[in-house]
C-alpha cells in the first residue's frame, strides 16, 4: 500500500465555505509482507478519515493511494471486485456496519456468495460457520437474529468475521477491540497476529490505545 501525499478537506457552514483539513498531507509505504502497521493518534486527528480513503469509501481531496500498483482512485469495475476481496475494513461501532432491519447472517452469506463464489448453501454454511468460530461464535449463534439482539462486542465479533470470509490480504481495523470486554479483547488481538503468521494477512490497525497499539505491532505511525 503506498499513500501518497494524502489530504482530506471537509467543508462546513453555509455552502460549505469554511474549510477544515481532517487529513493533511499523509504519505505512508507498507511493504507487501504479513505485518501489523499501527496507526495511533488521539481522538478527531483524522485516523477514520484516513482509513475510509485507504477502503474507497470517501475519495482524498488530493493525493494519490495505490494498493498493488494498482490508483484505487481509477479502478475498473473488475478491480473493484478484486480490491473488496482484497481489502476489507472493520469500524468501532458495529451498530453502524449492519443495517438493524436485516438479518445479520445475511451479510455473511452475501459475502461468501459475492466474494467466493459459494452459491451452494451448504457449503457456504460451513464456510460462514468455520470462520465465525475464530471469533468464538457458530452460525447457530447468529441465524435468524437482528443487530440489536447481540451486545457491543458480540456483534463487533460477528463484523470481524464478516470481514474474514474473503480472507483478504489487508484488513483495516478502526479500533476494532473498543466494545469488546477485557477478558476477549487479547483473545482478538492474538488472533490477528495468527492470522498474519498463518495466514499471511496484513492488518493497518488504528488506534488511540497505546498499550494495545505496542502489544500488537510490527511498526506504528
Not at 54 to 79: A, C, H, M, V
Not at 81 to 91: D, H, I, P, R, T
Not at 168 to 180: A, G, Q, R, T, Y
Request: hydrophobic content about 40%; glycine content about 6%.
Amino acid at each position: 500500500l503506498q499513500i501518497i501525499d494524502v489530504s482530506k478537506v471537509f467543508g462546513y457552514g453555509f455552502l460549505g465555505r469554511i474549510k477544515f483539513p481532517a487529513v493533511d498531507h499523509v504519505s505512508l509505504n507498507i511493504e507487501d509482507k504479513p505485518k501489523i502497521f499501527t496507526i495511533a493518534g488521539e481522538s478527531g486527528c483524522g485516523k477514520t478519515t484516513l482509513a475510509r480513503m485507504i477502503l474507497g469509501i470517501i475519495e482524498p481531496s488530493s493525493g494519490t493511494l495505490f494498493y498493488r500498483n494498482k490508483n484505487l482512485q481509477k479502478l475498473s469495475s473488475k478491480d473493484k471486485l478484486w480490491f473488496l476481496k482484497e481489502v476489507q475494513g472493520v469500524f468501532q461501532d458495529p451498530y453502524d456496519t449492519f443495517n438493524p432491519l436485516k438479518r445479520v447472517e445475511t451479510y455473511l452469506f452475501e459475502a461468501a456468495r459475492n466474494l467466493l463464489g459459494l452459491k451452494n448453501h451448504e457449503e457456504a454454511s460451513k464456510y460462514i460457520d468455520d470462520t465465525l468460530k475464530l471469533m468464538g461464535l457458530s452460525l447457530k449463534d447468529v441465524k435468524g437474529k437482528y443487530p440489536r439482539e447481540f451486545s457491543g462486542g458480540e456483534l463487533q465479533r460477528v463484523s470481524i468475521a464478516r470481514a474474514l470470509i474473503s480472507r483478504p490480504k489487508l484488513m483495516v481495523v478502526d479500533e476494532p477491540v473498543s466494545m469488546i470486554d477485557a477478558s476477549m479483547r487479547m483473545n482478538i488481538l492474538n488472533m490477528f497476529k495468527d492470522l498474519r503468521d498463518n495466514d499471511e494477512i496484513s492488518f493497518i490497525y488504528i488506534t488511540h490505545d497505546l498499550a494495545t497499539a505496542y502489544y500488537i505491532s510490527d511498526d506504528m505511525a
